[in-house]
């Protein structure tokens, strides 16, 4: 475990400064990681492409990497809360780019915290501090971020420690996020049977599927939208790697899922690969008609009756290590082809 240093944007700042990385890649090529403390993000662009950004803004109550776009400039996140487009739900406010939390830690609720929550809640919710960026590299075929941050309960006590390590890479026009997180238990932390955790992505309405159903959904201004269904656009279709499809793949486990939809003549694939080294591999998948494509491998009772609690527990000074991987096709996937990709995946170590 790296140590760890005052959680200040200006520390951050002073390490970046300070040059704290790797030579990088030649301007407008390869994969480039470009840090900007002041402005609370770290960009992330490929042969001078925007692919994603690390960011923490104050509104958000956790890290995140938004927007996620694919090699061939499709936007594949929602907009809202940050930057809503025309039609699109606004539910589960929470719901930001791709994020790793959980809705219960210690009888505290990270994943659901947002400005949404009403007061009487928030002692209940937890939040995710961005402490610092550790180490940042760019290359020709891949770059790399290494951060810290700490878990916070409603208490304002500190109860986890996480460092994570990104690398984004490129290959052939593939895109792929590798994200590891390690968990330093700073006192008892017991992860309790839930449904909302770990590894989520909310997707842009032309990836929802075209089953999902409508509703009233509030924004975090307590603003309405009517929606009578699915989006107009919507085309996703959800594919594990046991063979369940569409909305038969919620619940259900395997060691990758992947969402395959279009935009006109776009076709985009995103899958997430799970790793074996994994608690609770192979995960379930929280991967909902409305846009929700999540990995928990710490729900166990909640998508199973049959099955016991995991209630998953560090104890004080113990670590656990979380590896995932999501790659963003800018066409469709197979099914040989995303084995082939997990085999890989599950021989990586770093």
């Known amino acids: 475990m790296l140590k760890r240093t005052a959680s200040t944007l200006l520390a951050a700042g002073a390490l970046l400064a300070a040059g704290a990385h790797a030579a990088p890649a030649p301007a407008g090529s390869g994969v480039k990681v470009t840090p900007d403390a002041a402005q609370r993000r770290v960009d992330i662009t490929v042969d001078g492409k925007p692919f994603t950004s690390y960011i923490w803004p104050t509104e958000v109550k956790k890290p995140v990497l938004y927007p996620i776009v694919d090699a061939n400039g499709m936007t594949l996140t929602r907009g809202f809360p940050l930057e809503p487009r025309p039609g699109e739900r606004t539910d589960h406010p929470h719901h930001v780019g791709l994020w790793f939390n959980y809705s219960n830690v210690n009888d505290f609720d990270f994943w659901n915290n947002s400005d949404a929550i009403p007061a009487a809640r928030r002692p209940k919710m937890g939040s995710i501090r961005f402490d610092k960026i550790v180490s940042y590299s760019s290359g020709a075929h891949r770059g790399t971020l290494v951060t810290e941050s700490t878990w916070i ?179 469709s996937a197979t099914a040989g082809e995303l084995n082939r990709e997990a085999d890989a995946f599950a021989k990586a170590t770093e």
């Open 153 to 331: 309960d409603g208490t304002g006590k500190p109860i986890i420690e996480e460092t994570t390590h990104f690398v984004f890479a490129n290959h052939n026009g593939v895109r792929t996020i590798d994200r590891v997180a390690t968990l330093h238990a700073l006192d008892k932390v017991v992860f309790h049977d839930d449904k909302d955790g770990l590894l989520g992505l909310r997707v842009a309405s032309w990836l929802e599927s075209p089953t999902a159903k409508g509703g009233v959904f509030r924004d975090a201004n307590g603003i309405e939208t009517k929606v009578s269904g699915a989006s107009p656009d919507a085309s996703g279709v959800y594919l594990t790697s046991e063979g369940a499809k569409g909305d038969a793949a919620w619940g259900t486990r395997g060691r990758w899922c992947a969402l395959t939809g279009h935009k006109g003549s776009d076709v985009a694939t995103i899958a997430i690969f799970d790793h074996p080294g994994n608690p609770g591999y192979p995960t379930y998948w929280h991967a909902r008609d409305y846009g929700l494509f999540a990995a928990n491998p710490l729900g166990r009772d909640n998508f199973d009756r049959a099955q016991p609690a995991y209630n998953y527990t560090l104890e004080k000074g113990q670590t656990a290590t979380f590896r995932y991987r999501v790659s963003f096709y800018p066409r």
